[in-house]
Structures are given as C-alpha cells and as structure tokens.
C-alpha cells in the first residue's frame, strides 16, 4: 500500500490583527478565519526574551499551567497559521492607519502659523 502525503485542500486563511499600545509582551491580539467557516478569536501575538511568537486561546488549570483551548494538528498547519498571522501583524504595525494620518495632520497644521493676510489696495482697485 502506496503512503500518500496528507496535504489536504489549500484552506484560506483570513487574519485580523489589533495591535495593542500597551507596553509588555503582549504585541498584539489576532482573530483567524479558516475557510471561512471556522473561527478563532483571542490568538495572541507575543514578544518575549525567546523571540515573537503566536499564542492560541487557553485557560489556566489549578497548578498554574496553561493549555490551549484549540490548535493546529500537524506541523504545516501551525507553520501556516504562525505566518500568516506575523505577516498580517508586520502588515498592521508598518501601515499608518488613517486615523493616525488625520490626527498626525491636524497637529502639524495646528502648529503651523496662520499666514499673513496682505492687502493689496483699496477696494475699488482690481
């Protein structure tokens, strides 16, 4: 009998990244659409002495450890969902938002003086 590799149907992956502005190592929250008919809300993006890296939604069990309450089930999966993930967050965290372009031209407009307004001569002369 022939063993075949479990590759599986190309599954779209949609990513949401809402970054965080707190300081810590938490970067950013992630909700992921697999297919879209399967989704995981609360992935978050951490940044610790090891490196950035992706954490699924879990709890706490009673002597402090933590588990997750979904995961990728195969190494491809996960390496799929991990850059995917980055990628949008990468995206997220270079692209201004429109929101702070506004406000960032609003302060520098405020900052900048009024111009001068010159009068030219009377009003009858045009």
């Known amino acids: 009998m022939d063993e075949q590799a479990n ?3 190309k599954l ?6 809402y970054p965080t502005k707190e300081s810590g190592p938490l970067l950013a929250f992630a909700s992921v659409n697999l297919g879209g008919c399967f ?3 609360g992935i978050r993006i951490m940044d610790t002495k ?7 939604p879990g709890r706490k069990d009673k002597e402090g450890k933590y588990h997750d ?5 195969t190494k491809e999966m996960r390496q799929a969902l991990n850059a995917a ?3 949008a967050y990468q995206q997220a965290v270079e692209k201004p938002s429109v929101r702070g372009a506004l406000q960032e031209a609003a302060k520098e407009a405020a900052e900048r003086p009024a111009p001068a307004k010159e009068r030219t001569a009377d009003k009858g002369a045009r």
């Open 85 to 87: 993930i980055l990628d």
């Open 69 to 73: 309450l979904c995961c990728p089930t």
């Open 7 to 9: 590759t599986g149907p």
């Open 50 to 56: 090891k490196g950035t890296f992706i954490a699924m």
């Open 12 to 17: 779209d992956v949609s990513v949401k990244v």
């Open 39 to 41: 989704a995981v809300n």
